[in-house]
């Protein structure tokens, strides 16, 4: 089963950098500009059926315009979201927004990062994947962005 990551970021370049680096690595990668417009977003609970993940890999800005990255991953954790995989990406963090990502289990990337950083991220995340995993279809139960 190819991993699959969800991108969320509000810079369009960054969006199709890491777009780039996960398709290479033959991912599943849906990307979105807000993660208001992710289905997991609109709904109250995990959407996903008992032992499986809506994906692998979550990797979101922190400040967006319309949803923190940050309250979005929180939000995903407190509705009951099974990835553990996830990293926030920010060009300023605060110390409580740093220390509220770590408590979260979040990977933290600063911007900029160089792409060497995410892919030895990745690399690590692609080693803890279990093989037998189930991942949910919740993308085709709404609509999901891809470039």
């Known amino acids: 089963m ?11 370049l960054i969006r199709q950098l890491l777009w780039a680096v996960c398709d290479r690595r033959g991912y599943e990668v ?3 500009p807000d993660p208001g417009l992710c289905p997991l977003h609109t709904t ?6 008992t032992g499986r993940s809506c994906s692998d890999i979550i990797i979101s800005d922190l400040k967006m315009p319309n949803v923190m990255g940050l309250d979005f991953v ?26 509220r990502a770590q408590r979260l289990g979040c990977k933290v990337f600063a911007k900029p990062f160089h792409v060497s950083q995410i892919i030895e ?17 919740w993308h085709l139960k709404g609509d999901a962005a891809e470039p």
Do not use: Q, Y
């Not at 190819?2 to 369009?12: A, E, N």
């Not at 929180?74 to 220390?99: Q, T, Y």
């Open 2 to 12: 190819r991993p699959r990551v969800l991108i969320f970021d509000d810079d369009p």
């Open 30 to 32: 849906f990307t979105f």
């Open 44 to 49: 109250d609970s995990c959407p996903c059926e």
């Open 74 to 99: 929180e939000e995903l954790i407190g509705k009951g979201c099974r990835c553990r995989n996830v990293a926030l990406m920010s060009g300023s963090w605060s110390d409580d927004e740093f220390h």
């Open 121 to 137: 991220w990745l690399d690590a995340v692609e080693g803890r994947l279990v093989p037998n995993r189930k991942l949910d279809d």
